[in-house]
Structures are given as C-alpha cells and as structure tokens.
C-alpha cells in the first residue's frame, strides 16, 4: 500500500525566501505525481504534474523534481510571497491517488 | 459515516449521450467538490459548492458540462452531449469548512 509523507508539516519563512518541501513515497511504480495547494474553504489547486518519465517541471517561481527510485519529490518555491501562504500537498497516482498530509506554509512579510 | 459515495463506479457511453455522475457527500459536511483526473492533466477541480450554492466553476471545461447540488445530501455532474476526450476518473470530495477533503472511489467514464 502506497504511503505518501510531506516534510516539515508546517513552515514559515520571511518574505523573499527560497524554500523547499519535501514529499516522499513508498511505492515507486507511479504513474504520476501532482503536487497542489489548498487555500481555506477553496478546492485544490493544481501547481505541477510530473509524469512518471520526466524529473522535474517548472511553473514560474515553482519547480518540482520527482525521483522515482529514491521515493522522493520536492517543490521549491523561489522567492516566497506572503500570497503562497497555504497548505501544500502532494498526490501520488499509481492506479490509486494518496496525498501527502501537507506542509502548512506561512510567508511572513 | 460510508464515507463519499460515488455512482456508478464505471461508465461506458456512446459519443452524443447525456452521462449524469452523482455524488453522496459524508453527512454534516458543507463543502462538495468534483475534480476530473486524466493522465495527461492529473485531477483538476472542476467545480465546488458551500452549503449547495456554486462558489467556483471556472474549471468545469465547456457549456456542455453543468453541476448541481438540490440538496446537502446529493450532487450531480452532468455532461451534455458527451465527447471522447471527456473519458476520464471524476471525483468528488467534501469537506468539512475548510478542513481536509475526503475523496469518493471515483466514477470512471468512457465515452466512445
């Protein structure tokens, strides 16, 4: 059974910081893995997708790598704003979606 | 609680029908959502309701696709007239207030 763990559960950083979250996976025959934020009272937002065969993906001050033979993800967040503030989690797709608990990011101004 | 409850599990459908998906949120939960999972886009929010009213549809793709939630207790996702590119999972998810959402098994739709 696929396990998903988010490291560290909570963060908060000054404004301007580069950070990185951590996502790891016990089951490294995925087809996918997506990782999203989560606002309050709002649905997921999708942030990258990275398939199976790609290493990392890019979308503006984001980039998520994906190793898949170490079981290990992370999104980095380049030059944080106080407007990235929210719940970060990570979804593994291997026929069966599981998320990550998430990492709760506060960026303080 | 059963937890979400999603109906039908699988369905198969020629190109042109009327597919209608339907959602049992857990009981006591206030916030519903569907989200359509693809392989090539992963799950993407589609639409979602607080308290049954429609907060955000900007994802729901096209005039063909609506939602509507009568009730606490029921939505449905509705496509019509379906196209092949809609094959995909659809999910939906509740909530209580903005804590953490609890997924159905999904509806797998084929449309052919």
């Known amino acids: 059974k696929q396990e998903v763990t988010q490291i560290p559960a909570a963060l908060s950083v000054p404004e301007g910081e580069n950070l990185v979250l951590n996502c790891s996976f016990t089951d490294s025959a995925i087809y996918n893995l997506q990782w999203f934020r989560q606002d309050p009272g709002k649905g997921l937002t999708s942030l990258l997708l990275i398939q199976s065969s790609q290493r990392e993906q890019t979308s503006g001050r984001l980039n998520a790598s994906l190793d898949k033979s170490s079981g290990r993800s992370t999104l980095y967040i380049a030059a944080s704003q106080p407007g990235d503030s929210a719940t970060y989690l990570c979804?593994?797709?291997?026929?069966?979606?599981?998320f990550g608990a998430g990492t709760r990011l506060t960026v303080k101004p | 609680d059963a937890g979400v409850i999603q109906s039908p599990r699988h369905e198969v459908t020629e190109m042109g029908q009327e597919v209608t998906l339907r959602c049992k949120p857990i009981?006591?939960?206030?916030?519903l959502f569907w989200y359509r999972q693809t392989m090539m886009r992963g799950l993407e929010l589609l639409i979602y309701f607080n308290n049954n009213v429609p907060i955000d549809d900007s994802g729901m793709p096209e005039d063909r696709f609506s939602a509507k939630m009568p009730n606490a207790s029921f939505s449905t996702l509705k496509i019509q007239p379906s196209e092949p590119r809609d094959s995909a999972v659809y999910f939906c998810?509740?909530?209580?207030?903005?804590?953490?959402?609890?997924f159905g098994p999904g509806t797998r739709l084929t449309v052919t």
């Open positions: 998810a509740s909530s209580l207030s903005e804590y953490e959402q609890y």
């Open positions: 979804a593994v797709n291997n026929n069966d979606m599981r």
């Open positions: 009981s006591g939960h206030d916030y």
